[in-house]
């Protein structure tokens, strides 16, 4: 069974930073892009980024909004994947979620069940 | 940056109804789009992709169509479990985008 599980969330002030994971479990972690998606306090769903497997060189593309502030990375010899976000805006403030892109990698088949962080003084 | 504008943003049904769910997309984008289904506190669940294809375990209920710029969603009956928030994807470049989201109440 494909698990997904994210962690790290919390409460951090303004400019601060926060490392988030996500355990992956049940498929080849290793043959699959990854990404991370937020959603905001009853707001919709915002790509944040992805990270391309080892066959596509490990390439990342971020969303303009966290460009040069969050830095997505994997550990296949972990069935792992990150996001480090610093300088944290109260924008940032959201429901993380990892989520898995199919063979294709034009769609996202599986998702965690989210981490909340929240940026607040 | 490609735009996706859904709609209705809200829309109330009964069970038993044909419902229809509309994304346009700002520029063609190919078949290169998804739709999700979220419940309130749940991570989104695919249920198409590739514009039309159904996701394995989806219900036949659920059907997508479109190309290039237009895509509907379908539920032909709604069920009690399909009262939720729907939402489009698309993964024809990059910055990979979400559409607002279609809220279903029960009416």
């Known amino acids: 069974e494909v698990q997904l599980v994210e962690s790290g969330g919390g409460l951090v002030q303004p400019g601060g930073s926060l490392r988030l994971s996500c355990a992956a479990s049940g498929f080849t972690f290793s043959d699959h892009y990854m990404d991370w998606v937020r959603q905001a306090p009853g707001k919709g769903l915002e790509w944040v980024g992805r990270t391309r497997n080892k066959a596509n060189s490990y390439t990342k593309e971020y969303a303009a909004s966290v460009k040069g502030r969050f830095t997505i990375s994997r550990d296949d010899s972990e069935n792992s994947l990150y996001l480090q976000m610093n300088s944290l805006k109260t924008e940032d403030t959201a429901v993380y979620y990892c989520?898995?892109?199919?063979?294709?990698?034009?769609?996202?088949?599986?998702w965690g069940q989210g981490t909340l962080v929240t940026v607040s003084s | 940056d490609i735009q996706l504008t859904q709609s209705p943003s809200f829309l109330s049904a009964s069970v038993g109804d044909r419902v229809t769910i509309t994304c346009r997309a700002s520029q063609g984008i190919s078949s290169y789009l998804a739709w999700y289904q979220q419940k309130p506190g749940k991570a989104p669940k695919l249920l198409i992709y590739a514009a039309s294809t159904l996701q394995s375990g989806v219900p036949s209920r659920f059907s997508g169509s479109g190309s290039g710029t237009e895509f509907t969603l379908t539920i032909s009956s709604l069920q009690p479990e399909d009262f939720a928030t729907y939402c489009c994807?698309?993964?024809?470049?990059?910055?990979?985008?979400f559409g607002g989201g279609t809220k279903v109440e029960i009416k």
């Open positions: 989520a898995r892109a199919g063979v294709s990698a034009r769609y996202f088949d599986y």
């Open positions: 994807q698309h993964l024809n470049s990059y910055p990979l985008t």
